[in-house]
C-alpha cells in the first residue's frame, strides 16, 4: 500500500490548514487510517485515526481543533487541523493498517511525511 500525503506548509499561529492522503488502489483491506506527528529528537505520536466504521479518536492536545474524516470509496483520509499554534509545527505522516483481502494478519503502511510549520 503506497500512501501520497499532501497540504503541509507555513501557517501563522491560529491559521488552519488542511492534509489529505490517498492510498494506493491495491488487492489489500484497509482498516484504520490515521495521522501522526514527529519531530526531531522525540517519538512519532499519534495525532488521530478513524476506523473503518467512522470512530475516531484524537490526542488530547488536538481535540476540538482538528477532524479527521475518511472517503472509503477512494481511500482517502484527510485532516483538517484550526486554531494552530506552534507546538504543532512537525513532520506529520499518514498511516494506514491494511490486511491482504483473504488474510488477517495486518500491516502497518506509512506514507513519506509532510511539514506542518507553524509560526509565532
Known amino acids: 500500500v503506497q500512501l501520497v500525503e499532501s497540504g503541509g506548509g507555513l501557517v501563522q499561529a491560529g491559521g488552519s490548514l488542511r492534509l489529505s492522503c490517498v492510498a494506493s488502489?491495491?488487492?489489500?483491506?484497509?482498516?484504520?487510517m490515521g495521522w501522526w506527528r514527529q519531530v526531531p529528537g522525540q517519538q512519532r505520536e499519534l495525532v488521530a485515526v478513524?476506523?473503518?466504521?467512522?470512530?475516531?479518536n484524537y490526542a488530547d492536545s488536538v481535540k476540538g481543533r482538528f477532524t479527521i474524516s475518511r472517503d472509503n470509496a477512494k481511500n482517502t483520509v484527510d485532516l483538517q487541523m484550526n486554531s494552530l499554534k506552534p507546538e504543532d509545527t512537525a513532520v506529520y505522516y499518514c498511516?494506514?493498517?491494511?490486511?491482504?483481502?483473504?488474510?488477517?494478519?495486518?500491516?502497518?503502511?506509512w506514507g513519506q511525511g509532510t511539514q506542518v510549520t507553524v509560526s509565532s
Open positions: 498511516n494506514a493498517d491494511a490486511s491482504p483481502v483473504n488474510s488477517g494478519t495486518q500491516f502497518r503502511y
Open positions: 488502489e491495491t488487492e489489500f483491506r484497509i482498516n484504520s
Open positions: 478513524v476506523h473503518t466504521a467512522g470512530s475516531t
